[in-house]
């Protein structure tokens, strides 16, 4: 009996589907988090009566046929790339993008991740960092004297300094896009890393075309709807509790045979 098979694939995707979506509430004040949604694609199909077969000798054709699925798979767990809010932090190294792009963080291994989280602190010399102390690129250093930092829209970083009027440029933040955003892989702590569906990045000057505007003080926040990912939660449910009752029907149903005498 197919049926048993084709639900328990039925099953096994909705739970994926779950996990998917507790991963979304579990993150939804991880800064810069990008929600995901599970896709699924029909598995293949036995044909008892192949569709366009000819039916006799004189060259009718099988309008519909017969063809019989055998369940879903996965076929993709997206990451939607849509703009989260921008929540106010008033700390100077928050930074917010707000529009395309994403910041360039060097790894220890001398690779390049990218992210949308931008709170940012300072290391033990000086120099703009991620929470795990990863250098934020080009690598900008901001004197120990300073009394002040300023990032404009355009991911200048002005600092001001004991003794010295006006304000020192002290580096330029860049941004990169991809063309496909949703083909980076997903590192954790906030990091994606280019792939071959990636694309290879562009990288530009914030407020420049292509690129968003830097927002200092600010923090984006995830893009998950609550209340979205909330009713998402109960339809996988639904359909988990459908599928698991086509089992138990076909388990009568195998059942009654065993009892025919």
């Known amino acids: 009996m197919r049926a048993l098979s084709i639900a328990a694939t039925g099953m096994l995707a909705q739970q994926l589907n779950v996990e998917v979506i507790s991963n979304n509430i579990a993150n939804m004040n991880t800064t810069g988090f990008r929600r995901q949604r599970a896709e699924f694609q029909d598995l293949l199909y036995q044909s008892q009566r192949r569709v366009g077969s000819t039916s006799s000798d004189s060259g009718t054709v099988v309008p ?3 063809q019989i699925g055998l369940g879903v798979k996965t076929a993709a767990v997206y990451t939607i ?3 989260g809010n921008l929540n106010s932090t008033e700390n100077p190294l928050d930074l917010a993008i707000s529009g395309p792009g994403m910041f360039q963080v060097t790894l220890p291994n ?3 991740a990218y992210t949308r989280a931008g709170s940012f602190q300072l290391s033990a010399t000086g120099e703009v960092v991620t929470a795990d102390g990863y250098t934020v690129a080009p690598g900008i250093t901001v004197p120990t004297n ?4 300023t990032v ?3 991911g200048q970083v002005l600092v001001k300094v004991t003794g010295v009027a ?3 440029n002290v580096g330029q933040l860049q941004l990169a896009s991809f063309a496909n955003v949703a083909g980076l892989q997903a590192i954790g702590d906030n990091l994606f890393e280019e792939t071959a ?3 290879t990045p562009t990288t530009g000057n914030p407020a420049s075309t292509g690129f968003g505007d830097i927002i ?3 923090l984006e926040t995830s893009n998950v709807n609550t209340v979205s990912e909330i009713t998402n939660l109960i339809t996988a449910q639904r359909a988990y509790e459908m599928n698991s009752k086509v089992i138990q029907t076909a388990d009568d149903m195998l059942d009654s045979v065993n009892r025919l005498r």
């Open 110 to 112: 001398g690779t390049t």
């Open 146 to 149: 300073a009394t002040q930092i």
């Open 81 to 83: 790339a849509s703009q």
């Open 152 to 154: 404009n829209d355009s």
């Open 216 to 218: 200092q003080g600010f």
């Open 197 to 199: 569906a990636s694309g």
């Open 166 to 168: 006006g304000e020192q």
């Open 64 to 66: 519909a046929g017969v």
